[in-house]
Each structure stands twice: as C-alpha cells, then as structure tokens.
C-alpha cells in the first residue's frame, strides 16, 4: 500500500467531516512504497520441500520499528492463528525482525534463506519486500509480501495486499453490464492517485468503457474544491455516465462527496463510483456524494467472523492489515497439505483454484499480483447494500 504520510496532510477539517479524524484509516496505506523501479532476477532452481516435516516458514515484521510495531505484532499472531488453523499441517513459523529498514530486511532474508525457510511470509513495507526478494532470488526462494504495490510485483515477489487493479477490475465489469459507457476519473496528483487512475483506465479499456475525462488535482483542500467543479465541468462537456473518485475517506473523498453533489452532480443522474471502500469508518455513508454510489469490499461476514476469532482469542481487534498474514500462512498450509515435494514453488502458488482466506477467495497471479473476490456494493440512507456478492470461488460471475 502506498505510504499516505509521506504526502503533506493539507485537509483540514472540512465542512461537516474532519479528515485528520480518520488517522486510523490512514495506517492502512502503510505496506508499500513509491515504485522502486528494480526488476527482480528469474528465480532459477526452486526449493524442494520435504512435507513430511514441519515446514519452515519466515517471517519478516517490523517488529523494532516504533511506528509500525503494533501492526508487526497483529501480523504475526494473526499467522500464529493461522498455524493453529492448520490442524494437521505442520508449519514451523521463524519470525525475523526487519526493523521497517530495507536493508535489514534484506539482510534477515538471507539468513532465513540460510536456516532453511521453505518460503518468505512478509515483509510489510514495499521497498523492504523488494531488497528481500532480490536478495534470497538466487536461492530460489518466493516472498509473499503484505505491500499492495503491484509495481514491485514480479519474479519471486507476491504481493498479498488489495490492489488497485484488482477493484479496477470488479467495478468497470459491473458498471459496464449496468450498461455505463463514458466515464471521468477524478484522482489526487500522487502516486497512489496516479496508480488508481492507471487501474482504472486499464480495466475501461478491457470492458469497453471509454474515458472521457481525467480530472487530477493537488492533495489539499484547495485542490480538492478546485477539482469538484472541473470534475462536473468534465462530466457535462464530455457526456459522461459515470464518475470514478480513487480518494479515501482519510483524504479527498468526504470533501468531494460533499461538493460534488452541491455544485449539481446528483447522484441519481450520474453514477458515483469509489475505487475505495467506502464503508471504513461509518461516517463516511453519510455523505451525500456516496449515497447510491458503487464501491467494492470483500465478504464482510467472513472478515468480521476473521475478526471475531482473533478477539476471542487474544482480547483486542486485530489490525486491518492482519488478515493478510493468516491469508499467506493459509495458502501455503493448503499447498503444504498436497504433499508434493515442490509445494510451494510459483507454479504451485499461483493455481488457478486459488486460496480461502479472511474476506474469501483469493489467488496469486503469474505476474506477482492477486485477484480477490469483491462484492459490489452501495449505499442507501447511509447503509451499507451488496449489490453483486462476492463470489465464492473463481468459477463465479463476478471473476
């Protein structure tokens, strides 16, 4: 995920709704970084794994790093929960602490690599899992990553994280079987902004949807109000259905939602559209822009029910970002459970029958990425409607 607070916080708080309020949602962007632009090394020989024994798997948190400690902690009793989950599949978990510095991740991945890890679980930030997965490339070894930067993705990189592409994809099928045609994209001038606008262009271009309109802006406030009247400006003038906002409700999107509908853009004429969840936190369904609007989230009963476990078990709710190492340790205890010897090799991660994890079906793609299964949801007087379930295997409509 792309680190927010490398960005100048300029939203004050706006009329009726405090972005700075909404920190807590802003941790969820801290998995990645800016591209990095390396281009990881073929993976030659692939470690062979002997199932009879406890697999070894590491680890790598941030454990050391005063501002990413608590989620290190979330991560790895999460994959602790998910060993436990496991039954009879033997996994022998190895933590290593990165320190949150690339350099040290790269360092502990080679010795994981030299004590034997069967696989690398982690790390957390993207430039970290990038100098993890160059390092041990040569040993053979893959790294599922938490990052959602689909740029590092590749060679013996995964990312587990939620991509943008990936909601790009779910939402522009559904809007093009809804029969929406012309589309503008309003995004911040970031690199997260730039990306989401990119997923979305791309999977427009698969569907059959034109773009008609870009509206990119400055991440402040000003930007913002200055982005709500060319983004209306754009959908008239260019006869847009549709309006795709990639902004978060920690940023842009409760200001836009707000201004958009006022300047008159109603939102019964032209369908809004979140490549951002728009469910986290509550306020946020209250806005006007949002009401009957489209975004995408993954099965929330098994989230909460992920969540609810987790509680039970250690007495507090588990970190957003959590569920992604109980997701790695289940896919690699599902590959382990087959019991061949090459079991976690990139042709073994990457079936196309995919994993369940904490929101459902999920499965690593050949590319270094993931495809989840998201339901398409919406809101109406400030609840939460699922239009389009998730489905519940990659047999299903919404893949």
């Not at 989950?85 to 978990?93: C, P, T």
């Not at 990312?159 to 045609?181: C, I, M, S, W």
């Not at 039970?312 to 340790?329: N, Q």
Request: with cysteine; net charge negative.
């Amino acid at each position: 995920m792309f680190d927010v607070f490398a960005q100048p916080r300029k939203f004050a708080p706006p009329r009726k709704f405090a972005a700075r309020a909404l920190a807590a949602l802003s941790i969820l962007w801290l998995a990645a970084c800016e591209p990095v632009g390396v281009s990881l090394p073929a993976v030659g020989q692939e470690r062979s794994i002997d199932t009879s024994r406890p697999v070894p798997v590491a680890l790598l948190v941030p454990r050391s790093d005063e501002g990413a400690a608590s989620i290190a902690r979330d991560l790895e009793t999460a994959a602790r929960l998910a060993v436990d989950d496991l039954g009879d599949v033997a996994i022998d978990l190895r933590v290593y602490d990165t320190a949150g510095d690339a350099g040290t991740a790269a360092s502990v991945a080679q010795r994981a690599a030299d004590e034997g890890a069967g696989i690398i679980l982690g790390p957390l930030f993207g430039e970290a899992a990038n100098a993890a997965a160059v390092q041990v490339a040569d040993d053979g070894l893959n790294v599922l990553s938490f990052s959602n930067n689909s740029s590092i993705a590749g060679g013996n990189l995964f990312v587990l994280g939620p991509t943008f592409e990936n909601a790009a994809d779910r939402l522009v099928a559904y809007a093009a079987r809804q029969g929406r045609t012309r589309s503008v994209i309003v995004h911040p001038d970031t690199v997260e902004g730039q990306f989401g606008r990119n997923a979305i262009e791309s999977a427009a271009a698969a569907q059959g949807m034109r773009v008609v309109g870009t509206v990119p802006f400055p991440f402040s406030e000003e930007g913002a109000v200055d982005a709500a009247s060319r983004a209306v400006e754009a959908v008239r003038s260019n006869d847009a259905d549709s309006i795709f906002l990639t902004s978060t409700s920690s940023g842009a999107l409760p200001l836009l939602a707000q201004l958009l509908p006022e300047q008159g853009l109603d939102p019964s004429d032209t369908q809004y559209i979140g490549l951002a969840r728009w469910d986290v936190p509550q306020q946020t369904l209250d806005l006007p822009g949002v009401q009957g609007g489209w975004f995408a989230r993954p099965d929330e009963a098994m989230m909460e029910s992920f969540r609810d476990r987790f509680e039970t078990a250690h007495g507090r709710r588990p970190h957003p970002l959590a569920g992604l190492a109980y997701d790695g340790i289940a896919a690699i205890g599902a590959l382990v459970e087959q019991g061949n010897g090459a079991t976690l090799t990139r042709g073994d991660l990457t079936q196309s029958s995919g994993f369940q994890g904490t929101g459902g079906a999920f499965r690593l793609l050949p590319d270094g990425t993931n495809q989840r299964a998201l339901a398409v949801a919406t809101v109406r007087d400030g609840q939460v409607e699922i239009l389009d379930p998730a489905p519940r295997s990659f047999r299903g409509a919404g893949f």
